[in-house]
């Protein structure tokens, strides 16, 4: 049985999530309880809210991202082996190989082997197929039927064949993307040893899944007690984008028919709504229509959009344009904001490129702990141990501001430092 609820994240989803927990501890303190969020920035904030701020009893409880779930179903089956993950570096120089063995489909590219910086934008797109699970073979049939691809039809031909090639490459070689792991755990779902001692599973706090990852929420769906808490507020227009979703792939995509529940008691509870009261009323009736048509005039004029290849280029974009508004226009720079769907992968290249640029910001997301030097001082110093006191980590170690040794007087000084190097180091 699948439940939803849907409300704004703050207060109503938040107590939501909080009351679901205590109800699910309340008959049993040890009972089992999965908590899936889409980031490491939301998983750290549930964290946070259930231990510190409402002192909930957490014992069994896993707070786990989409992507620790997918990596934790992987490594417990032990008879289909995981792949091996790569990055995006390696992604580009693949691209360059399949090009270099002049495969059918890929004379197009033939003169761009040396072109470095373009690869990276030919993966981003492949990516994105990938993403979409995209079946190149069908793409491909509809492109010689004409129901595609009245523009530029060569490149998008090569491009297809180039993602096909990527394909066969990763089951060959058992290679695979971050992204992909999802995708490979809808298999594994069903008899999976991890999600089947959970009393239920709280799916908290998405509002867009990639192909790959709506796959996986459905198997897990469709296998065990699951509830969903949705953030979103009917008839407003901020979340018409979740709204979208919602509609076409929550309560319209949702089918569970599968192992463990018997056939015509299974499927999903209509989703309540929590929005100005637990009865739905108090919300606002807003037509929803074109993002455009619901911006203001003097809004709608200046509205940009930017197009950038990678994450890097994006940030920069967006700091080419904080110097011009604040040199060029009357905009003071407490009057600037910067918004993105996550921070968890953005605000590293931001804090680089906004140093790069002289911008300074204030971001409401705390470093993780392990990004201050003196605890990186900490676990390098836990660590000689096991590697052996390496000379490199060992002079790091003593040379760095953390490390106070105490004082010695000048013969003990003499003396320790005349037995270095006695056994030949």
């Known amino acids: 049985m699948t439940r939803i609820l849907c409300a704004p994240f703050h207060p109503d989803l938040e107590e939501a999530l909080v009351a679901e927990v205590r109800a699910a501890k309340l008959s049993n303190p040890l009972q089992p309880l999965a908590i899936l969020v889409p980031s490491h920035q939301l998983a750290r904030r549930v964290k946070w809210l259930l231990a510190v701020e409402r002192r909930a009893a957490l014992l069994d409880i896993h707070i786990l991202t989409f992507h620790q ?5 992987i490594l417990e089956d032990s008879q289909l082996p995981g792949p091996e993950l790569v990055n995006s570096a390696f992604r580009c120089e693949l691209l360059r190989a399949l090009v270099d063995r002049r495969l059918p489909g890929l004379e197009l590219f033939t003169g761009w082997a040396g072109m470095r910086g373009i690869w990276r934008g030919i993966w ?27 523009e530029d039809r060569p490149r998008l031909r090569a491009l297809l064949h180039l993602y096909r090639a990527v394909l066969a490459t990763d089951d060959a070689l058992q290679i695979a993307d971050p992204d992909d792991l999802a995708r490979l755990s809808v298999p594994r779902v069903s008899h999976s040893a991890f999600l089947g001692r959970m009393e239920r599973v709280v799916y908290y706090g998405f509002y867009d899944l990639t192909q790959g990852q709506l796959d996986f929420f459905k198997a897990v ?4 007690p699951t509830m969903v808490l949705f953030p979103l507020a009917l008839g407003n227009p901020v979340y018409r984008f979740a709204q ?13 028919q599968s192992k463990g529940y018997p056939v015509g008691e299974v499927g999903s509870e209509p989703p309540r709504f929590l929005q100005g009261g637990a009865d739905g009323s108090g919300g606002v009736t807003v037509s929803v229509g074109s993002f455009a048509d619901e911006m203001a005039s003097d809004v709608r004029g200046a509205c940009r ?4 290849v990678g994450l890097e280029a994006e940030v920069s974009a967006v700091a080419k344009e904080i110097v011009r508004l604040v040199e060029d226009q009357p905009i003071e720079p407490l009057e600037i904001g910067v918004v993105a769907r996550t921070l968890d992968h953005v605000l590293p290249v931001i804090r680089k490129v906004f140093g790069e640029n002289r911008i300074l910001y204030a971001c409401p997301a705390g470093e993780p702990l392990i ?37 010695l007087t000048g013969q003990s000084r003499l003396s320790r430092l005349s037995g270095i190097g006695s056994r030949g180091d």
Request: charged share 20%; with cysteine; aromatic share 8%.
């Open 305 to 308: 959009i930017f197009s950038a």
């Open 244 to 256: 979208q979703f919602f509609d076409t792939y929550i309560t319209g995509g949702i089918s569970i």
């Open 69 to 73: 779930l997918a990596v934790t179903l």
């Open 371 to 407: 990004h201050e030097p003196l605890v990186k001082t900490v676990v390098q110093f836990i660590g000689l141990r096991a590697a052996s006191f390496p000379r490199a980590g060992v002079l790091d170690l003593l040379t760095s501001p953390f490390c106070r040794l105490p004082s």
């Open 221 to 224: 769906a469709a296998s065990y």
């Open 124 to 150: 981003a797109t492949i990516q994105d197929l990938k993403e979409a699970r995209i079946d190149p073979a069908e793409v491909l049939a509809a492109l010689d039927d004409g129901l595609i691809g009245k």
